[in-house]
C-alpha cells in the first residue's frame, strides 16, 4: 500500500504529470496550505504550475509511516524559482532565479493502493522569505 507514496515521489520528482494523476482515486481530494483540488486533473494542474515555477523541483522523504490506510511522511523540497510562481491571493511572482529549501511533511490515505485524499503541509512564510518577499507590517489599531 506504502508504494503508491513511493511511485507518487518519483513521478513528482521526474515531472511526470500522467504518472502523478495515476496514483489517485478519480474522486482524490488533496489539500496544499495554498489550495485544495477534487481530481486527478486538478492535482496534476498544481504539480505542472509548480513546476513552471522550480523547474528543479524535487523531494527529498526522511521518513515513512504507515498504520492501516494511512501513510505519514516528512520531506525537504528544493528547487530555484525560474519561472512565474503562483502566490496565495492571485498574485504572480516573476522568477527571481533564488532557491529554496522547505520541510513538508504529508498525510496521504489509501485504498486499493491509490490515494484517496493528500494533506500536504509546509511553512509559506519560509517560502515567501527565501524567495525575498516580506509580509506587511500588521499596526495595533485598537488604541
Known amino acids: 500500500m506504502a508504494d503508491v507514496v513511493d511511485r507518487l515521489i518519483s513521478a513528482l520528482n521526474t515531472h511526470d504529470v500522467d504518472a502523478v494523476m495515476r496514483c489517485y482515486l478519480p474522486d482524490a481530494v488533496a489539500t496544499w496550505p495554498d489550495m485544495e483540488a477534487g481530481n486527478p486533473?486538478?492535482?496534476g494542474s498544481y504539480c505542472t504550475q509548480m513546476w513552471e515555477a522550480f523547474p528543479n523541483l524535487r523531494f527529498t522523504r526522511w521518513?515513512?509511516?504507515?498504520?492501516?490506510?494511512?501513510?505519514a511522511?516528512?520531506?525537504?523540497?528544493?528547487?530555484?524559482?525560474?519561472?512565474?510562481?503562483?502566490?496565495?491571493?492571485?498574485?504572480?511572482?516573476?522568477?527571481t532565479g533564488r532557491s529554496v529549501s522547505a520541510r513538508c511533511s504529508c498525510f496521504w490515505?489509501?485504498?486499493?493502493?491509490?490515494?484517496?485524499?493528500?494533506?500536504?503541509?509546509?511553512?509559506?512564510?519560509?517560502?515567501?522569505?527565501?524567495?525575498?518577499?516580506?509580509?506587511p507590517p500588521v499596526f495595533d489599531r485598537s488604541g
Open 73 to 95: 511522511t516528512e520531506m525537504v523540497a528544493c528547487g530555484t524559482q525560474t519561472g512565474p510562481y503562483l502566490l496565495v491571493g492571485g498574485e504572480v511572482l516573476e522568477a
Open 41 to 43: 486533473q486538478e492535482i
Open 63 to 71: 521518513e515513512k509511516t504507515a498504520c492501516g490506510d494511512a501513510i
Open 109 to 135: 490515505n489509501v485504498v486499493d493502493d491509490l490515494i484517496a485524499s493528500q494533506r500536504f503541509y509546509y511553512d509559506q512564510l519560509q517560502v515567501y522569505a527565501q524567495l525575498g518577499m516580506c509580509l
